[in-house]
């Protein structure tokens, strides 16, 4: 029997989706769905809610939980990654409180900035442990990664990891859909192509029976900017640099060294900046999932209709030879020619029962490779930090950072590190 593995199988909703996914679709019928948390009670549930919509769509796939990560992994053939190492308590209070005291503020701190790159360390360990458990148990497996950072993590399963890795997001599916809804325009027929970095990937082209979208999109985006509305940050970067970037405003808020600055206060509320967006998000969910839990569990039959989470999809492409189409992020194998070779880009690719293919991007317009490459080198030296164990490198991360450095000191970016090295304790590995 085949076996899917779900790692983070705590995250009970997402579950729900991808696996409802999985028992949805013809070409996954009589699959294992081996199931694995580190929350006892979390996984219990999944299991639990698994097996009401197996009975509900009558699925011929069998679920599975483990205790034991590796037996989980096993003979896998497809193994899906939802992990958060450290969780919203103690670790992401930490990556936004610590910060608050040098007076650097963020939005999201999950994909760069001082937050992300301390959630990058804290996860790559438990990532390359992984890593090597596939490496003996299921060493043919792909690997589906669901967790931020993205790019960070995605690089290091396909290097380090030695992992056949593709890194999965949900903005580049619903870049167009959003962007045309919130100018009132039509989807109906567009064609686009999107490229970069996961979380800055660029709307390169929108089209409409040949014809360009952009200078309509441009109209609406500056009068929709004469009010306030939720998308401030990206129609701004858009009218400022030419193009719209896949994430939302509150994360690019905090890539870029012109949006969230101290001398600059009023900014915030020009442009609708949500501060600390995550944390509230994170306590909204908690409370969320206790009432969710009690309504998800009322009904012995649970019904599921087949998400656009690109998994199963996947899986179904790889199983049945019938190419799909997706955004995927995978190592810069001269795909966009003026990013760097080390990089983890996202790009279009086709998938089949050969893999993941990626496609040829070329050159990005000048700009955009620029302030891809800000980012880009803040992710490296991430990894070089993780790889080498050097607290040096957090340092030069942390530095390289556009935010970051916007607003520190060199000896204030110093200082904070430590105080964050120090306040993850066992959280992190030890640097030297």
Not at 338 to 349: D, I, M, R, T, Y
Not at 369 to 396: F, P, S, V
Request: glycine share 6%; net charge negative; hydrophobic share 40%.
């Amino acid at each position: 029997m085949s076996k899917i593995t779900f790692i983070g199988a705590g995250s009970t909703v997402f579950v729900k989706n991808v696996l409802g996914d999985v028992m949805s679709t013809p070409a996954l019928q009589g699959f294992e769905l081996a199931l694995f948390d580190i929350d006892p009670e979390r996984l219990q549930d999944s299991e639990r809610l698994l097996n009401s919509i197996k009975s509900t769509l009558g699925s011929t796939c069998v679920i599975k939980a483990y205790s034991d990560r590796k037996e989980a992994l096993r003979g896998a053939k497809y193994v899906i990654n939802a992990i958060q190492v450290g969780a919203y308590d103690p670790c992401t209070i930490t990556d936004f409180e610590i910060p608050k005291k040098y007076g650097l503020r963020q939005t999201i701190a999950d994909t760069v900035g001082i937050g992300g790159i301390f959630r990058n360390l804290r996860t790559i360990p438990v990532m390359l442990d992984f890593a090597r458990d596939m490496q003996e148990v299921c060493p043919d497996a792909w690997f589906l990664n669901y967790t931020n950072p993205m790019a960070v993590l995605t690089n290091v399963m396909n290097t380090a990891g030695g992992v056949k890795t593709v890194g999965l997001c949900h903005s580049v599916q619903h870049c167009v859909s959003e962007l045309f809804r919130a100018l009132d325009m039509d989807q109906r027929g567009v064609e686009s192509k999107i490229a970069g970095i996961n979380h800055m990937a660029w709307l390169l082209e929108v089209k409409k029976d040949g014809i360009d979208l952009y200078p309509e999109i441009k109209r609406r985006a500056a009068e929709k900017q004469k009010e306030k509305h939720h998308d401030m940050v990206r129609f701004e970067l858009m009218l400022r640099f030419g193009y719209y970037v896949t994430e939302s405003s509150e994360h690019n808020a905090e890539y870029h060294p012109y949006f969230i600055k101290r001398n600059y206060p009023e900014l915030i509320e020009q442009l609708n900046i949500p501060l600390d967006e995550y944390p509230r998000r994170c306590v909204n969910q908690i409370n969320g999932w206790k009432e969710m839990r009690g309504k998800l569990f009322e009904s012995q039959s649970i019904e599921h209709t087949r998400s656009h989470e690109y998994a199963s999809y996947i899986m179904e492409a790889m199983e049945t030879n019938v190419p799909f189409k997706i955004g995927g992020n995978v190592m810069n194998t001269g795909l966009i020619t003026n990013l760097p070779k080390e990089a983890c880009v996202e790009v279009p690719c086709l998938v089949d029962s050969s893999g993941v293919t990626p496609t040829y991007v070329g050159d990005l317009p000048p700009q955009l490779a620029a302030l891809n490459r800000t980012n880009i080198n803040t992710q490296l030296l991430t990894i070089e930090a993780a790889l080498t164990g050097k607290k040096e490198h957090i340092y030069h991360a942390a530095m390289l950072d556009p935010h970051t450095a916007a607003e520190l000191s060199l000896d204030d970016i110093t200082a904070l590190c430590d105080d964050l090295i120090e306040a993850h304790g066992n959280w992190l590995p030890k640097f030297k």
